[in-house]
């Protein structure tokens, strides 16, 4: 089956424009995740949703960025007044659904995107 | 609180030889810890995972990981390496409970896998 899409896969901008990046999750999946990955680093978490709500996000570096998923399916990660700091590689992630308490034998396995990587000039 | 280290940034081996990828974890609750492998320009894939069942824990391509409680180690290992494994490892914690803690995951910084021929 299809597998979590990004688009753009690449978006070159000046900085202080605005930016918008585009994650379709895996059909069903409740759960979906956007990190930031910077060269020689790991994923940093931004921000979490379930369903149409974002249930965490903690991880927005700014008020700069938010993030929409409207229908609780696709979601879009908005930057405004791009810096060039904001350069990374944007992944977005799904899972079926969000564990509680003890850990499931689902374990919150995520399926990730190929990612969009963003170089803001 | 949670934190992964993956204790060696590039680790080399030739082809055929086992394979060893470090990562320690700290966390308040039981945690859920996965490696997960990212070809260039390829979107990350998940090798295998650790939710409190098994403490050894097989996953896809030969690899396997061992979940060490005393040691807070979950390090991933191969017998004989291949050249097609040649990429980044991360390793992965998720954790939280009824008292706390959010599940959001937190990544190692990673290990970058090169294979001589």
């Known amino acids: 089956g299809a597998g979590v899409s990004q688009t753009p896969s690449n978006k070159v901008t000046e900085k202080g424009k605005y930016v918008e990046l585009r994650c379709d999750p895996i059909?069903?999946?409740?759960?979906l995740y956007w990190y930031r990955q910077s060269l020689g680093q790991g994923p940093e978490f931004l921000i979490y949703?379930?369903?149409?709500?974002?249930?965490?996000d903690s991880g927005l570096p700014n008020d700069r960025f938010f993030a929409v998923r409207p229908e609780g399916s696709v979601s879009t990660l908005k930057i405004q007044r791009t810096e060039r700091g904001d350069s990374a590689v944007y992944l977005c992630?799904?899972?079926?659904?969000?564990?509680?308490?003890?850990?499931?034998?689902?374990?919150?396995?995520?399926?990730f995107g190929p990612g969009t990587r963003l170089t803001v000039l | 609180a949670q934190s992964v280290t993956q204790l060696d940034s590039h680790v080399s081996v030739s082809e055929g030889t086992p394979v060893l990828l470090r990562c320690n974890y700290s966390s308040s609750y039981s945690p859920s810890l996965f490696w997960y492998v990212q070809h260039p320009n390829k979107g990350l894939q998940l090798l295998l995972k650790y939710t409190s069942a098994a403490t050894l824990v097989k996953g896809i391509n030969g690899f396997e990981a061992e979940f060490k409680k005393s040691e807070t180690s979950f390090h991933l290992t191969k017998p004989s390496a291949h050249m097609s494994d040649a990429a980044e490892y991360f390793c992965v914690v998720s954790a939280g409970g009824i008292s706390g803690g959010s599940y959001i995951p937190t990544f190692g910084r990673g290990t970058s896998l090169i294979v001589h021929p």
């Open positions: 992630a799904s899972s079926l659904t969000r564990t509680s308490g003890i850990p499931s034998r689902y374990g919150d396995e995520q399926f």
């Open positions: 949703f379930q369903g149409t709500g974002a249930a965490d």
């Open positions: 059909s069903g999946h409740t759960a």
